[in-house]
């Protein structure tokens, strides 16, 4: 990403171990959706025992081997018709819809349980087949930790709408931006802090974005904005917004601030010979020109 930081990808091995086959029968499951090593995104965990424990030992039903991830770090614990999930006193504790398990807590469909530098997802009830392919549907279109677009599925809209602006002779914006000082962020606070950050970054942006504009996770600490029908003006302006509400907001992970920025880079499409490469490489050369010029600013 040029002379500006980018964010240490941990690689997270996730192991299943064979079901015992003493255990109550059910389709209650815990479902991949983020996880360092893509490789682990949508493996299936059939909760079929009254005790399921995680951690980094080897010992445990399901073996998550990753930064941040206890020995014993959390067990699921079937309780009558439910099921809870305890923390096993790990050191970086265990979280559910973003929320520290203290020491249990009852799961509801669709809960996320946040294990070190992983999420997943349980799922419940009849249809929790076709819940599960939904899941991993959903996956194809979504970041499991932002809930912004993933690149893939940015770049087919990218393409199709520069095509579309083409044929109305209609105007398209592209923003680039990414977090300034990542890197310090995950050095100083941790990467549990680090997830904490893109999330909350990722809300506030989605929070003001219309229904026919485009949010996605580029990589890493990057995203990518693609704002149909608006003129560069029109881009510039939200931009700024999205830069002062980002500034503005606080930050608190354990109890600790964390100060964050975004530096933001826009082009129009002006040029009929544009590929989706070329349309992207102009905005970030204007967001690599905002590091250069001091960081938390818009350059167009």
């Keep these: 990403m040029g ?10 091995q996730i192991v299943q171990q064979p079901a015992r086959k003493d255990g109550p029968a059910g389709n209650d499951c815990l479902v991949v959706i983020y996880a360092a090593d893509p490789k682990t995104l949508g493996k299936r965990f059939v909760l079929d025992q009254a005790t399921v424990r995680v951690g980094r030992g080897s010992d445990n039903t399901i073996v998550i081997d990753g930064d941040s991830v206890s020995r014993r770090h ?7 018709d439910a099921w809870w999930c305890v923390d096993d006193t790990s050191t970086n504790g265990t979280y559910v819809n973003d929320e520290r398990v203290r020491p249990g807590r009852e ?6 349980v946040k294990i070190g530098p992983n999420i997943l997802k349980y799922l419940s009830g009849l249809d929790v087949e076709s819940q599960y392919h939904e899941e991993i549907y959903r996956m194809t279109i979504i970041d499991g ?27 398209l914006c592209l923003v680039m931006f990414d977090i300034d000082h990542f890197k310090k962020v995950n050095d100083q606070y941790g990467h549990l802090a680090g997830d904490h950050v893109l999330k909350e970054v990722a809300r506030i942006v989605s929070g003001r974005v219309r229904r026919d504009e485009i949010f996605a996770r580029y990589g890493g600490e990057e995203f990518a904005l693609i704002l149909p029908e608006t003129p560069l003006e029109g881009a510039i302006n939200l931009a700024e917004m999205l830069r ?7 930050y608190l992970f354990a109890e600790q601030p964390i100060s964050v920025t975004i530096s933001l880079g826009i082009s129009q499409l002006a040029d009929d010979r544009w590929t989706t490469s070329d349309f992207i490489q102009q905005a970030d050369d204007k967001l690599y020109a905002a590091k250069r010029n001091g960081r938390n600013r818009v350059e167009h």
Aim: aromatic fraction near 8%; include cysteine; charge should be positive.
């Design 107 to 112: 799961l509801k469909n669709g809960d996320k």
């Design 74 to 80: 959390c067990v699921f614990e079937k309780r009558g």
């Design 145 to 171: 930790l932002t809930g912004a677009h993933v690149k893939r599925y940015f770049l087919e809209c990218l393409e199709k709408e520069m095509n579309r602006a083409r044929r109305h002779r209609r105007p």
């Design 244 to 250: 002062s509400k980002t500034s503005e907001a606080p």
């Design 3 to 12: 002379e500006y930081d980018e964010e240490k990808t941990c690689v997270t």
